[in-house]
């Protein structure tokens, strides 16, 4: 592996709340693709328009992080609604950040749903199938961030939606080449977690829970922002890949 995507979730505050001490703006000259809360989970307005603004100025390129409707649970818990009325909440979200950023000069990349929301279309044939038919209507170019294997990626790649595959660098997996999903998220070490990101990249393996390694195939790394210790792994994770000649860069 000679490129690779680095993406995080950004702009996950609300309101005078902001999520970490400066993390973002240190973590945004790390990343080549950014995912933008688009209020649901969080975010708001001005948050989501200084988010964009600062990826603009940075070279990074930007994408809609849509959740489910819950702020209180920070998108992390998992909310019962039709497909339908799911998608209407995913278009509503993904139009907002699309006007943040065209008010600004700037195309969206990509869209990547958040939490409880991306686990579900993971797993969900109806709603997963619905919100791609949507988005080849709206955008059939747009980047659709998501797990290899799962429900939505199959069908994404089954339509023609064009998938960017991710591998989470701060995340479990087990055999099945899930991640383990937990409201609570530890701290890691960072030497520990740059050494597992870059043996991923150069023997396409990751180690499960089990204690056994999982083959898996991936275009962009994930590192989420509010994970404990977030600034110190994206460092890490940063050096090891500048240090084995990875070049780190947006899949567009």
Known sequence: MHTVDFNSDMGEGFG?????DGVDNALMGLISSANIATGFHAGDPGTMRRTV???????VAIGAHPGFRDLV?????????????????????????????????????????HGAL??????????ARLLVQNLQRLEPELLLYCMPGSVIWRIAVELGQPVIREFYADRDYDLSGSIVFTRT???????????????ACREGVVRTVEGEDLVIEFDSICLHSDTPGALALGQAIRGVLEGADIRVLAPR
Do not use: C
């Open 73 to 113: 649970g920070f998108g992390r818990r998992h909310i019962h609604t039709s497909p339908q009325e799911l998608v209407d909440d995913v278009l509503y979200q993904l139009g907002a950040l699309r006007e943040m950023a065209r008010v600004q000069g700037v195309a969206l990349q990509h869209v990547k749903p």
């Open 16 to 20: 005078p709340w902001t999520l970490g």
């Open 118 to 127: 991306y686990m579900h279309l993971a797993r969900n044939e109806e709603a």
């Open 185 to 199: 998220v530890r701290a890691h070490d960072p030497v520990q977690v740059a050494a597992r990101v870059l043996h």
């Open 53 to 59: 603004e600062q990826a603009r100025l940075r070279g």
